[in-house]
């Protein structure tokens, strides 16, 4: 079975850095794109970014351009999301998934930006 | 960046009820190969979201054969046939035909 499983969320401050991970089982995890997508909770879905099967293209979404790189490690079947610059609006529950259609997604991990 | 506007925002329904949910985009979303990229989403309550629906009507493993999407173009269609407890939760349109991907709002299913 398709398994992603999100960790490294966490409280961390305005202006500080956070590391997401992504641990993938159960399919051929270099052969498909990955994706983040963010929700604040209770409200709606917003696409983060994501990235080609050899990390040769990465595409975002424009609020986290320049402060959040999509990276990934193909020998340990492993997606991540190096966060800076981090603002009280990038608090949210940030969820993997799989290709850019987002046919499976991860149980989601809890960032909170607060002073 | 296109837009997806979902209608209803909110929708009660009777068990055994149709259901019927409505997306429309700002742009054409079908792509240069053809294919048109627009899916659904349900995410039950506490649960991450779930895909129903591909490239407007392929049911993805799973999603019971009530559950159906329709459309072209720019106006899409989720419907289910007989609303059933399971499927209360929150239903999203996407778009992947356009950089960045976009969602719809998200439409509240409920029973009344």
């Known amino acids: 079975d398709v398994q992603l499983v999100e960790s490294g969320g966490g409280l961390v401050q305005p202006g500080g850095s956070l590391r997401l991970s992504c641990a993938a089982s159960?399919?051929?995890?270099?052969?498909?794109?990955m994706s983040w997508v963010r929700q604040v909770p209770g409200k709606g879905l917003e696409w983060v970014a994501n990235?080609?099967?050899?990390?040769?293209?990465?595409s975002y979404v424009d609020s986290v351009k320049g402060r959040f790189t999509i990276s990934r490690d193909n020998g340990k079947n492993s997606l991540f999301l190096q966060m800076n610059s981090l603002r009280a609006d990038d608090t949210a529950i940030y969820y993997c998934?799989?290709?850019?259609?987002?046919?499976?997604w991860g149980q989601g991990t809890l960032v909170t930006v607060s002073s | 960046d296109v837009v997806m506007t979902q209608s209803p925002l909110s929708l009660p329904v009777t068990l055994g009820q149709p259901a019927s949910i409505s997306c429309t985009s700002s742009?054409?979303?079908?792509?240069?190969?053809?294919?048109?990229?627009l899916h659904w989403f349900q995410q039950r309550p506490g649960q991450s979201p779930r895909r129903l629906i591909y490239?407007?009507?392929n049911r993805d493993s799973g999603v019971p054969d009530r559950i159906s999407g329709s459309g072209s173009g720019t106006d899409f269609t989720l419907k289910i046939s007989r609303v059933e407890a399971e499927d209360v939760g929150v239903y999203y349109c996407?778009?992947?035909?356009?950089?960045?991907?976009?969602f719809g709002q998200g439409t509240r299913l409920e029973i009344k």
């Open positions: 990235i080609k099967q050899d990390g040769s293209e990465t």
């Open positions: 998934a799989r290709g850019v259609s987002l046919a499976y």
């Open positions: 159960g399919f051929s995890f270099s052969t498909y794109w």
């Open positions: 490239k407007v009507s």
């Open positions: 996407i778009q992947g035909a356009h950089w960045p991907l976009t």
């Open positions: 742009q054409s979303l079908v792509s240069s190969d053809g294919n048109t990229y």
